[in-house]
T-cell receptor
Framework: GAVVSQHPSRVICKSGTSVKIECRSL??????MFWYRQFPKKSLMLMAT?????????EQGVEKDKFLINHASLTLSTLTVTSAHPEDSSFYIC????????????FGPGTRLTVL | AQSVTQPDIHITVSEGASLELRCNYS??????LFWYVQSPGQGLQLLLK??????LVQGIKGFEAEFKRSQSSFNLRKPSVHWSDAAEYFC????????????FGAGTRLAVHP
């Protein structure tokens, strides 16, 4: 149980295009999901908190117009990288917090984004 | 501000040897502390967590960690390492924004020699 999937696992796109990454909780509902960015050989950095039915909360320094987050249902959150540039290339990881527990969050396997 | 330091970027041990991965945190109040393991192609998996109570925490896969407030440390240990333990290990502290908002250390990559 408590599986989180991400799609796609890997994406390559041209500079200036937009890319959507999906995060799904497969066997539980999640009012809250989180989006992290992981740079090579570096830590995970929290980008934003995705709340079902309301606007996402972004961490300081994260451009909300650049990284659009939609949490349309209790099992799906999407991250859209708009007008992607090579510096947006990174490993994006989501996690989901099962509704009602708040004691543990479960992580997706990540999405490798490469912007040419 | 809260922060987590993992001093060792890369550690190599022999299979069967003991392991200790270091983690130091900076946090004003009683911290919520976590250790996660990341294997290629898989999501981060929680090994163990400390919220309160007994400072020696037992986790999955034979791991344990000890919270030492005086040293601001939460080191991860395993008495006998298996080849399958080779992975990236992350220590994390929950931020003041909520115990599900995590601040991660830079990670320690563990290699296991046969």
């Amino acid at each position: 149980g408590a599986v989180v999937s991400q799609h796609p696992s890997r994406v390559i796109c041209k500079s200036g295009t937009s890319v959507k990454i999906e995060c799904r909780s497969l066997d539980f509902q999640a009012t809250t999901m989180f989006w992290y960015r992981q740079f090579p050989k570096k830590s995970l950095m929290l980008m934003a908190t995705s709340n079902e039915g309301s606007k996402a909360t972004y961490e300081q320094g994260v451009e909300k117009d650049k990284f659009l987050i939609n949490h349309a249902s209790l099992t799906l959150s999407t991250l859209t990288v708009t007008s992607a540039h090579p510096e947006d290339s990174s490993f994006y990881i989501c996690s989901a917090d099962p509704t009602g527990t708040q004691n543990e969050q479960f992580f997706g396997p990540g999405t490798r984004l490469t912007v040419l | 501000a809260q922060s987590v330091t993992q001093p060792d970027i890369h550690i190599t041990v022999s299979e069967g040897a003991s392991l200790e991965l270091r983690c130091n945190y900076s946090y004003g109040a009683t911290p919520y502390l976590f250790w996660y393991v990341q294997s290629p192609g898989q999501g981060l998996q929680l090994l163990l967590k400390y919220f309160s109570g007994d400072t020696l925490v037992q986790g999955i896969k034979g791991f344990e960690a000890e919270f030492k407030r005086s040293q601001s440390s939460f080191n991860l240990r395993k008495p006998s390492v298996h080849w399958s333990d080779a992975a990236e290990y992350f220590c994390a502290v929950a931020s003041s924004g909520g115990y599900n908002k995590l601040i991660f250390g830079a990670g320690t990559r563990l290699a296991v020699h046969p």
